[in-house]
């Protein structure tokens, strides 16, 4: 089986050709970081019309690189959300006249399932059950995944995401958006211990995350040290990446322990952090745990996590009609929470 992924949930217009599940035969994706930079992070209204922009030429290049055209394609597999609702709109409206036109079945695919099946896509795929931890500029999740579509939600972030929080930090450091990769970057060149940011655990026994306190000290220390915040940034950096990665690996093992499995999966956009990488790598050795992290082209938002995903759903005739339509949001039991349950699409427990 031959599918089309499209994605365009947030400000990366993608298009991917995927053949069994698993093998990617083109992926292709187009960054609105230029356009979305000088307000310092996403306008809804700009991603939606560059998408628009993008979206045919996108995918044209998606079906050139993969060697296949519209013929010989099997399905199609669209992001129906969560995400932004205006650029959601874009990605669903072109694949369901894609489709339609040529008599494919389309399927919904959620962002964040999509996140989980990127780990299929590398030579050594987790078995199941595994434990997923999800994080990302608009989420922060802990999954027991117990079979390719069946998900256990074990916690979330309370407030802010960890991607959220290290752009919201970015910026009161002045250094643009997106803030990730730069204070990776810096980060490299400070002392984690200089300063000590906060670590917001909650629940020790829990699976929630809280990432606005150490943003907030971030923009504490920076107001109270104005002379010396500027001469230490990259120790700035270093603390208070520091701090969320701590969390992030506690609370990753945690779960891998209380579920009693041996894998743990890292994805999402956060995934690409090196120290992120590098800690949870030597924490999982020390636990005798298994890592899966797919490559820093997977982990951030791409199409082929969504055709991957989409031809599992297909092949399980998880086909969607002509009325599917976007959600912002997800409830815990999968179910869109902006809008209505989209056409005969179901959405797998979250």
């Known amino acids: 089986m031959r599918v089309l992924g499209i994605e365009t949930s947030c400000d990366e217009t993608a298009a991917a050709v995927v053949s069994d599940g698993y093998v990617i035969l083109s992926n292709v994706v187009w960054s609105q970081v230029a356009t979305h930079h000088p307000y310092g992070g ?80 590398q030579p050594d795929p987790p078995p199941f059950p595994f434990v997923a931890l999800l994080a990302s500029g608009g989420h922060t999740n802990l999954y027991y995944v117990a079979g390719p579509m069946d998900f256990e939600h074990m916690g979330q972030t309370r407030d802010d995401a960890a991607g959220e929080a290290f752009d ?39 699976f929630d995350f809280s990432f606005s306190g150490v943003k907030t000290a971030v923009a504490r220390y920076v107001q109270r040290e104005k002379e010396d915040s500027s001469k230490r940034i990259q120790d700035i950096a270093a603390g208070f990446q520091e701090a969320v990665v701590d969390v992030l690996v506690q609370k990753g093992i945690s779960a891998v322990k209380a579920k009693g499995c041996q894998h743990l999966a890292l994805v999402g956009g956060v995934a690409s952090n090196r120290r992120l990488r590098e800690r949870i790598k030597e924490a999982t050795q020390e636990a005798g745990i298994a890592v899966h992290i797919p490559p820093p082209e997977l982990c951030t938002d791409n199409a082929a996590m969504i055709a991957a995903i989409g031809d599992y759903q297909l092949s399980h005739g998880e086909n969607s009609s002509l009325d599917l339509d976007v959600y912002s949001k997800t409830s815990h039991s999968g179910r869109p929470q902006a809008l209505a349950q989209p056409g005969n699409l179901r959405l797998p427990n979250i």
């Open 42 to 121: 996403v306008v809804p209204e700009l991603a939606s019309r560059k998408h628009i922009e993008k979206i045919v030429p996108v995918v044209e290049k998606a079906l050139a690189d993969s060697g296949e055209d519209s013929n010989s394609l099997d399905g199609v597999a669209v992001t129906c959300g969560p995400g932004l609702v205006g650029a959601l709109l874009v990605g669903l409206s072109f694949a369901k006249a894609f489709a339609y036109a040529r008599g494919l079945p389309i399927t919904g695919v959620n962002h964040l399932h999509g996140h989980i099946a990127s780990v299929y896509l």
């Open 168 to 206: 919201k930090v970015a910026k009161i450091l002045g250094l643009g958006y997106p803030g990730g990769m730069v204070i990776d970057q810096l980060a490299q060149q400070g002392d984690p211990e200089r300063i000590r940011f906060p670590r917001a655990f909650l629940d020790k026994s829990g």
